[in-house]
C-alpha cells in the first residue's frame, strides 16, 4: 500500500491542501474534517451518548453524535447522516423519513485536535474542521448505541447538556440550538 504525502490541512487553506483532499485513493489516516450534529427534539431536549472509555478511571465523555468523512469527497450532509444511522441507529439518510429535518447550520470549528488523538491522523495533522448540523426527531425516537463507540445515551434539556458536554465547540453548539429551532419553524 502507498501512503500518500501528508499535507498539512489545518490554518493553511490552499490549492495543495484542496488536491490533497480530493485525490482518489484512500486515506491511510483519519480526514481532518469531521461534523457534529445536535439531536434534538421540538421542545429543545438534546440527544448525549457516552464515549466508550478504554480507562476505566477516566472521565465520563459525553457529546453529541459526531464523526469524520469516510473519503474526501463525501458530502458534509452524506457524513452527517452516516455517523447519526452508524452512532445511534436514527434515521436522516436520504430517502428516510427524517431527512428533511437534518439542518446545516452553516457552522464550523477549527480546532486543535487533542494529543491523545493526534496519532489517528498523518504526520503534522494538528487541526480539524468541525461542520456543525442539528437533527429534530420526535420525542421517544428510539436509540441503537453502536457498543463499540458508546456506553449510554440521556435526553436532556439544551442548557443541562452544555454544561455536560466534554467538549468546549459540542457544548456551544448546544447553546445555539434555541436559534435555529426558531428559524426552521
Known amino acids: 500500500m ?3 504525502q501528508s499535507v498539512y ?3 493553511k487553506r490552499d490549492a495543495q491542501c484542496a488536491m490533497a483532499l480530493n485525490q482518489a485513493s484512500p486515506p491511510a489516516f483519519k480526514i481532518p474534517q469531521s461534523v457534529l450534529v445536535v439531536i434534538h427534539t421540538a421542545a429543545l431536549e438534546v440527544l448525549l451518548i457516552r464515549r466508550t472509555e478504554a480507562d476505566p478511571k477516566a472521565p465520563h465523555f459525553w457529546q453529541s453524535v459526531t464523526g469524520s468523512k ?3 469527497d463525501e458530502t458534509w450532509a452524506d ?3 452516516r455517523e447519526v444511522w452508524e452512532e445511534t441507529g436514527i434515521d436522516c439518510r436520504p430517502g428516510s423519513a427524517l431527512a428533511a ?3 446545516d447550520w452553516q457552522l464550523e ?3 486543535a485536535i487533542y494529543p491523545r488523538w493526534l496519532h489517528r491522523y498523518a504526520p503534522g495533522v494538528v487541526f480539524n474542521t468541525e461542520r456543525l448540523f442539528g437533527l429534530q426527531v420526535p420525542a421517544g425516537t428510539p436509540v441503537t448505541l453502536a457498543p463499540r463507540e458508546h456506553t449510554d445515551y440521556q435526553w436532556l434539556h439544551y442548557r443541562e447538556a452544555a454544561d455536560l458536554c466534554f467538549s468546549p465547540s459540542n457544548a456551544e453548539a448546544c447553546t445555539l440550538l434555541p436559534r435555529f429551532v426558531t428559524l426552521a419553524t
Open 101 to 103: 429535518q437534518l439542518q
Open 109 to 111: 470549528n477549527v480546532y
Open 2 to 4: 502507498r501512503l500518500r
Open 70 to 72: 469516510d473519503a474526501p
Open 9 to 11: 490541512c489545518g490554518e
Open 79 to 81: 457524513t452527517a447522516a
